[in-house]
């Protein structure tokens, strides 16, 4: 069943290249943050859905240009500017590095090649999306993403695969990139907003009780994952979401809920500390009860003995190893010094640009369109997403994290739409 529904969905993408190109950029969308061939691995066998996905995109974005339906303003956001300079400064950072990737277990050049993908893929999914009434469908994909990742949580749970869970906590995809759970549960976390704000936005009662109910499921889930970085991450999502909304009833019922999930992953949480705290002390005295605020100090460090492109994507513990040796083994556990300290000042500083440019873009599109309109929804999704990456990102190295740039994909093409179709300036 699930192969049929593969090749028909390469099929139907393959056929509508000309007449429905967004079918192209929805697919690879959908295989990029869902990563299908790592569920139903069985299925593929051979077959790379993520290549063919991505060349029929490309077809179909080559198609487009030549028949003049691109809209080149959605070249000219920050968002595209900052992904194409960090581009630029990969490829130099990897080029002129002193150091190795020796203790990494992805490559400094794999790291540049995976980066340039998203770059690529980037650029061609942009100009795809041209519509109210095909960005919607991009939406609707990650709301079903971010069901079938809850579902496939909470069914390891109630089924007892307690294999897929090692010290109590679920594991993330295996060989995936959402292999580690903590990463996983920022999938869910930066999808939570399609599904809350999906609940006002649907008109039907059913869409409406469905997705209502859906969102325990997915508190659930992350208590299973166990990261204290998606809880922050989720009560981030649920505060942007009650601060937007005007329903007092809906509001309170969101809150309690979320309260009972806090009491509850509470318990685990404390559990998790005691059982960290117990085993530093009990392999060894000298070991930081504290590594990420060890990595962190170190990544600043990185960073200004290296301020201009950086020790070198990938190269963070090599760099940590020769220039700080014995301090701390670990990688970055922050994105911003990731991109700050492997790959320079300038291009952590671009990375908190997308969200500085994005925020701008929300007021904007959000003075112009009500939140129950496709754009408004959009608008209100993406805002919520991209809140429950950043408090996620402080946590953890997510510069190869794909839904990342699905909602900045989104965020920019819904507001060069909105921009369109007014006459008052763009914000500065």
């Given at each position: 069943?699930i192969?049929?529904?593969?090749?028909?969905?390469?099929?139907?993408?393959?056929?509508?290249?000309?007449?429905?190109?967004?079918?192209?950029?929805?697919?690879?969308?959908?295989?990029?943050?869902?990563?299908?061939?790592?569920?139903?691995?069985w299925?593929?066998?051979?077959?790379?859905?993520?290549?063919?996905?991505?060349?029929?995109a490309?077809?179909?974005?080559?198609?487009?240009?030549?028949?003049?339906?691109?809209?080149?303003?959605?070249?000219?956001?920050?968002?595209?500017?900052?992904?194409?300079?960090?581009?630029?400064?990969?490829?130099?950072?990897?080029?002129?590095?002193?150091?190795?990737?020796?203790?990494?277990?992805?490559?400094?050049?794999?790291?540049?090649?995976?980066?340039?993908?998203?770059?690529?893929?980037?650029?061609?999914?942009?100009g795809?999306?041209?519509?109210?009434?095909?960005?919607?469908?991009?939406?609707?994909?990650?709301?079903?993403?971010?069901?079938?990742?809850?579902?496939?949580?909470?069914?390891?749970?109630?089924?007892?695969?307690?294999?897929?869970f090692?010290?109590?906590?679920?594991?993330?995809?295996?060989?995936?990139?959402?292999?580690?759970?903590?990463?996983?549960?920022?999938?869910?976390?930066?999808?939570?907003?399609?599904?809350?704000?999906?609940?006002?936005?649907?008109k039907?009662?059913?869409?409406?009780?469905?997705?209502?109910l859906?969102?325990?499921?997915?508190?659930?889930?992350?208590?299973?994952?166990a990261?204290?970085?998606?809880?922050?991450?989720?009560?981030?999502?649920?505060?942007?979401?009650?601060?937007?909304?005007?329903?007092?009833?809906?509001?309170l019922?969101?809150?309690?809920?979320?309260?009972?999930?806090?009491?509850?992953?509470?318990?685990?949480?404390?559990?998790?500390?005691?059982?960290?705290?117990?085993?530093?002390?009990?392999?060894?005295?000298?070991?930081?009860?504290?590594?990420?605020?060890?990595?962190?100090?170190?990544?600043?460090?990185?960073?200004?003995?290296?301020?201009?492109?950086?020790?070198?994507?990938?190269?963070?513990?090599?760099?940590?190893?020769?220039?700080?040796?014995?301090?701390?083994p670990?990688v970055?556990?922050?994105?911003?010094?990731?991109?700050?300290?492997?790959?320079?000042?300038?291009?952590?500083?671009?990375?908190?640009?997308?969200?500085?440019?994005?925020f701008?873009?929300?007021?904007?599109v959000?003075?112009?369109?009500?939140?129950?309109?496709?754009?408004?929804?959009?608008?209100?999704?993406?805002?919520?997403?991209?809140?429950?990456?950043?408090?996620?990102?402080?946590?953890?190295?997510?510069?190869?994290?794909?839904?990342?740039?699905?909602?900045?994909?989104?965020?920019s093409?819904?507001?060069?739409m909105?921009?369109?179709?007014?006459?008052?300036?763009?914000?500065k």
């Open positions: 069943m192969k049929l529904l593969v090749f028909f969905s390469v099929f139907i993408s393959a056929i509508l290249i000309s007449s429905a190109p967004w079918v192209s950029a929805l697919l690879y969308s959908t295989v990029s943050i869902l990563q299908p061939q790592y569920i139903w691995n299925a593929f066998d051979s077959f790379s859905i993520f290549t063919v996905s991505a060349a029929i490309i077809l179909a974005w080559g198609w487009q240009i030549l028949q003049g339906n691109v809209n080149w303003e959605v070249y000219k956001t920050g968002q595209f500017k900052g992904v194409m300079g960090l581009l630029l400064i990969f490829h130099l950072s990897n080029a002129l590095t002193p150091y190795d990737t020796y203790f990494s277990l992805v490559s400094g050049d794999l790291m540049v090649e995976t980066f340039t993908t998203i770059a690529i893929m980037y650029t061609v999914v942009l795809l999306i041209n519509s109210e009434n095909t960005i919607k469908y991009f939406g609707f994909m990650y709301i079903l993403v971010v069901l079938y990742f809850a579902y496939w949580a909470n069914d390891h749970y109630f089924a007892g695969n307690w294999y897929m090692k010290w109590g906590r679920l594991l993330g995809l295996h060989k995936s990139p959402y292999r580690d759970g903590n990463v996983m549960s920022i999938v869910l976390t930066t999808g939570l907003g399609f599904v809350m704000f999906g609940i006002t936005f649907f039907q009662k059913l869409i409406k009780y469905f997705l209502i859906s969102v325990p499921l997915v508190w659930h889930a992350l208590i299973l994952f990261s204290r970085g998606a809880l922050l991450s989720a009560a981030a999502v649920t505060l942007f979401f009650v601060m937007v909304m005007r329903s007092k009833t809906l509001n019922a969101v809150l309690a809920g979320f309260a009972a999930m806090l009491i509850w992953q509470g318990a685990m949480l404390t559990s998790r500390t005691t059982s960290t705290v117990a085993q530093a002390q009990q392999e060894n005295a000298d070991v930081p009860l504290n590594p990420r605020l060890v990595s962190w100090g170190v990544g600043f460090d990185i960073a200004l003995e290296h301020p201009l492109l950086g020790a070198g994507p990938q190269r963070f513990q090599y760099a940590s190893a020769v220039l700080f040796p014995g301090k701390s670990h970055a556990h922050n994105t911003f010094l990731n991109f700050s300290a492997n790959t320079g000042i300038m291009a952590g500083l671009i990375y908190l640009s997308f969200f500085i440019v994005s701008r873009q929300y007021k904007y959000r003075k112009h369109k009500q939140g129950d309109s496709v754009n408004g929804y959009i608008n209100l999704a993406c805002a919520g997403g991209l809140v429950g990456y950043f408090v996620g990102a402080v946590f953890l190295d997510l510069i190869v994290f794909e839904p990342f740039y699905f909602l900045l994909v989104l965020m093409t819904n507001y060069c909105v921009k369109a179709g007014n006459v008052p300036a763009s914000p």
